[in-house]
């Protein structure tokens, strides 16, 4: 029998990395699943088109987790770099002062500034074929691979920054998985790196656009498997020792075995 929930907030978010970090993103998508029997719906952002700018969702998720009760946040960007980008720069293995050291290079929450006019001859690059193993797995690109569709790496260098504003002033109310630990504690609130297209498809669309499809599957999904219980398999997954050593640093996706 499935036990009681462990979250009662399912967010889903489709990310998006383009323009600015003020700039209203049609592509920014946020649906929450927040009882058992209902679908999940849209949270619109604060402006009268109800469209989201990257600063806003980051202000609003401070806020609501600060206030409301045990959510689970999943967010279709990378958490972290694949091990070989900490090689190649001679970083410390240790997630919070990479947050720091990679927000430097990349400061996106900066006003008009773009991840493109960023990329630039940065010191802080990687390489499209670093891939980590749960990308590997899922058929997902690497956080490096830009300027093709389906990429993910525009969003990842979008959002760190937010995670790292999001880490300061939450605090240990955030439990950022799987970073600080593979068993949350009970109560706190979690941040999850997903990969939507495993699951956009278990749910007709409808009128939605493909944005808006992705972030109300991943609330769905979410939901779904913390009801049935399976979430606490995703939570722990099948790993060899040294996967689980490497995913502490280079993060890993929620629902990858």
Request: net charge positive; hydrophobic share 35%; charged share 25%.
């Amino acid at each position: 029998m499935p036990g009681r929930p462990r979250f009662l907030r399912h967010l889903g978010i489709d990310y998006s990395g383009a323009a600015t970090p003020d700039s209203r993103l049609p592509g920014l998508r946020v649906y929450a699943a927040e009882e058992p029997a209902a679908a999940p719906r849209e949270i619109p952002g604060p402006s009268a088109g109800g469209r989201w700018t990257r600063r806003e969702l980051a202000r609003w998720l401070t806020d609501t987790l600060a206030a409301g009760p045990p959510t689970l946040v999943g967010i279709d960007h990378g958490l972290s770099c694949p091990l070989p980008y900490f090689e190649r720069h001679a970083l410390r293995a240790d997630w919070d002062r990479f947050l720091v050291d990679f927000t430097r290079h990349w400061p996106a929450h900066t006003p008009g500034v773009t991840v493109r006019s960023l990329r630039a001859s940065n010191p802080r690059s990687g390489d499209p074929r670093w891939r980590r193993p749960c990308e590997r797995r899922t058929g997902a690109k690497s956080v490096f691979h830009f300027d093709v569709p389906g990429s993910v790496a525009t969003s990842t260098h979008a959002g760190l920054a937010w995670v790292q504003r999001l880490r300061e002033e939450l605090g240990p109310r955030l439990h950022c998985w799987p970073f600080d630990g593979w068993h949350p504690p009970p109560g706190a609130h979690v941040l999850a790196e997903i990969y939507p297209s495993r699951w956009s498809g278990r749910w007709p669309r409808g009128q939605r656009t493909p944005d808006q499809q992705d972030a109300f599957a991943t609330a769905a999904a979410l939901a779904a498997a913390d009801h049935s219980g399976e979430l606490e398999r995703w939570l722990d997954p099948e790993l060899s020792t040294a996967e689980r050593a490497a995913a502490r640093v280079e993060g890993w996706i929620l629902g990858v075995s």
